[in-house]
């Protein structure tokens, strides 16, 4: 029997986006159904009723919730190609570490330096780059946090690395000079072509982001 | 595996720190607890966690592992061979399991810790409506996780079990402080007598803090309110 695997999302979303990479990554055809989040469609009210967000992903009508918690799903419903998450124990609890890093220290400052200006902006901008630093700090000299190949990590990352040239442009600050070998990673993340089809243009999600500053009065 | 590979930087009234004694305790697996001092950080415990300097931290060997939930499953992970497994094998069951467990550390608990800060009724009032919602999707997440068995991961006590069980020693010094039933078996019959069974489980008992004493301490870092 043929899979269905639907993922409900928002283009611009970093974090519906990594659901996008994850399904590319191993191949899986799928439905992509693109939510107003406005008008929230009753199937992701069914679907979500905890958190009532997108991504949601429904595999043969079941829903899995959470962006990289979705990730997870994927590699282990999906293992036999590309796999996300390392074999071994060790490697994988510092994978999850680092993914649980980026959720709870980058969310609140990148959503802050798009819906806020002057001193809360400033702010949010040091918290930014002082997490960034971080993590350049934990990727050293490998080309993905994920070592050689693209993993894990460098899934959640991309999410944000979408979004990098657009909180630059709002926000009046550049990241390559505080992070440049992370920037690097960025840039052969964004190339790869499971991000590459999952992604919009930065020019249209920097346009996204002026209109939501509008709505928040910025 | 000599006693001296598997240390465990802790202390006894962290509900966090409870989760990989019971994983362990599950897995037979002997280690150091080394207690914290309550107001102070070891050297150790920077060394071991520089990036949230928190508690638990497990060091396996010279390797540290921090981080509750995912401590739970580098135990599951790496002494699969003791013991039943922690997490469903199904990927959807796992996928519900790991979504639960960040459900209650990102809304359940916060809610839990806000009851003994909360001030005014108003505010009181609020924190309820959170909890008593929160206890209805668990209950309906035991329903749908445990499939008729005692607990969330099936016969024996696993990940999610161990997530929210943790919290049970400060739930009941919290509905003794602020008076008030926040785990009612009327309203959440089957999580009741899951909370139960979790207490009187041999992998739990030793580790479970007593409520007596949990008070006390809870008495000396939780300022009481201003009404």
Same mark, same amino acid.
């Given at each position: 029997?043929?899979?269905?695997?639907?993922?409900?999302?928002?283009?611009?979303?970093?974090?519906?986006?990594?659901?996008?990479? @994850?399904?590319?990554?191993?191949?899986?055809?799928?439905?992509?159904?693109?939510?107003?989040?406005?008008?929230?469609?009753?199937?992701?009210?069914?679907?979500?009723?905890?958190?009532?967000?997108?991504?949601?992903?429904?595999?043969? !009508?079941?829903?899995?919730?959470?962006?990289?918690?979705?990730?997870?799903?994927?590699?282990?419903?999906?293992?036999?190609?590309?796999?996300?998450?390392?074999?071994?124990?060790?490697? &994988?609890?510092?994978?999850?570490?680092?993914?649980?890093?980026?959720?709870?220290?980058?969310?609140?400052?990148?959503?802050?330096?798009?819906?806020?200006?002057?001193?809360?902006?400033?702010? @949010?901008? +040091?918290?930014?780059?002082?997490?960034?630093?971080?993590?350049?700090?934990?990727?050293?000299? +490998?080309?993905?946090? !994920?070592?050689?190949?693209?993993?894990?990590?460098?899934?959640?990352?991309?999410?944000?690395?979408?979004?990098?040239?657009?909180?630059?442009?709002? @926000?009046?600050?550049?990241?390559?000079?505080?992070?440049?070998?992370?920037?690097?990673?960025?840039?052969?993340?964004?190339?790869?072509?499971?991000?590459? +089809?999952?992604?919009?243009?930065?020019? +249209?999600?920097?346009?996204?982001?002026?209109?939501? &500053?509008?709505?928040?009065?910025? | 595996?000599?006693?001296?590979?598997?240390?465990?930087?802790?202390?006894?009234?962290?509900?966090?720190?409870?989760?990989?004694?019971?994983?362990?305790?599950?897995?037979?697996?002997?280690?150091?607890?080394?207690?914290?001092?309550?107001?102070?950080?070891?050297?150790?415990? *920077?060394?071991?966690?520089?990036?949230?300097?928190?508690?638990?931290?497990?060091?396996?060997?010279?390797?540290?592992?921090?981080?509750?939930? =995912?401590?739970?499953?580098?135990?599951?992970?790496?002494?699969?061979?003791?013991?039943?497994?922690?997490?469903?094998?199904?990927?959807?069951?796992?996928?519900?399991?790991?979504?639960?467990?960040?459900?209650?550390?990102?809304?359940?608990?916060?809610?839990?810790?806000?009851?003994?800060?909360?001030?005014?009724?108003?505010?009181?009032? $609020?924190? #309820?409506?959170?909890?008593?919602?929160?206890?209805?999707? *668990?209950?309906?997440?035991? =329903?749908?996780?445990?499939?008729?068995?005692?607990?969330?991961?099936?016969?024996?006590?696993?990940?999610?079990?161990?997530?929210?069980?943790?919290?049970?020693?400060?739930?009941?010094?919290?509905?003794? $402080?602020?008076?008030?039933? #926040?785990?009612?078996?009327?309203?959440?019959?089957?999580?009741?007598?899951?909370?139960?069974?979790?207490?009187?489980?041999?992998?739990?008992?030793?580790?479970?803090?007593?409520?007596?004493?949990?008070?006390?301490?809870?008495?000396?870092?939780?300022?009481?309110?201003? $009404?």
């Amino acid at each position: 029997m043929a899979d269905e695997v639907i993922l409900l999302d928002f283009w611009p979303s970093p974090f519906g986006v990594r659901a996008r990479i @994850a399904l590319r990554e191993k191949g899986v055809e799928f439905e992509y159904r693109e939510e107003n989040l406005r008008d929230k469609s009753p199937l992701l009210l069914q679907m979500n009723p905890v958190y009532k967000k997108i991504p949601v992903l429904i595999h043969n !009508g079941k829903p899995v919730c959470e962006s990289m918690n979705v990730v997870q799903y994927i590699d282990e419903v999906w293992s036999d190609k590309n796999p996300i998450l390392p074999s071994d124990p060790y490697q &994988r609890a510092q994978a999850r570490f680092w993914v649980d890093f980026v959720d709870t220290k980058l969310f609140e400052p990148a959503d802050k330096i798009w819906q806020t200006k002057g001193e809360e902006q400033e702010t @949010a901008k +040091k918290e930014y780059i002082e997490a960034l630093k971080t993590l350049e700090s934990e990727l050293g000299d +490998k080309p993905y946090f !994920g070592g050689d190949t693209f993993g894990f990590v460098d899934i959640a990352m991309t999410g944000y690395y979408s979004w990098f040239e657009a909180s630059e442009k709002l @926000a009046n600050f550049s990241i390559e000079p505080e992070c440049p070998t992370l920037m690097a990673s960025a840039k052969r993340c964004l190339q790869r072509e499971s991000v590459v +089809k999952s992604l919009h243009d930065s020019e +249209k999600i920097l346009a996204f982001a002026y209109k939501i &500053r509008k709505i928040y009065c910025v | 595996m000599a006693r001296s590979d598997v240390k465990l930087i802790g202390a006894w009234a962290s509900p966090f720190v409870m989760r990989p004694r019971i994983a362990l305790n599950l897995k037979s697996v002997p280690y150091e607890f080394l207690q914290e001092t309550f107001g102070s950080k070891s050297e150790l415990l *920077l060394k071991s966690n520089p990036v949230h300097k928190k508690i638990p931290v497990l060091l396996h060997g010279d390797k540290p592992v921090c981080e509750s939930n =995912i401590i739970v499953e580098y135990i599951d992970d790496t002494w699969s061979s003791s013991g039943p497994s922690m997490l469903p094998s199904d990927p959807y069951d796992r996928a519900m399991a790991r979504f639960w467990a960040a459900y209650i550390d990102e809304k359940w608990f916060v809610a839990l810790k806000s009851f003994l800060k909360a001030g005014g009724e108003e505010e009181k009032k $609020a924190v #309820i409506a959170q909890l008593e919602e929160g206890n209805a999707f *668990l209950e309906k997440a035991f =329903i749908d996780c445990s499939k008729g068995k005692p607990f969330f991961n099936g016969d024996n006590i696993g990940y999610l079990d161990i997530a929210l069980g943790c919290f049970l020693a400060w739930l009941r010094v919290t509905e003794l $402080a602020v008076s008030h039933k #926040i785990l009612d078996e009327a309203k959440t019959p089957s999580l009741s007598k899951w909370a139960e069974n979790f207490c009187n489980d041999p992998a739990v008992k030793p580790v479970m803090p007593e409520t007596a004493k949990l008070a006390e301490f809870a008495k000396k870092i939780f300022p009481k309110p201003q $009404a």
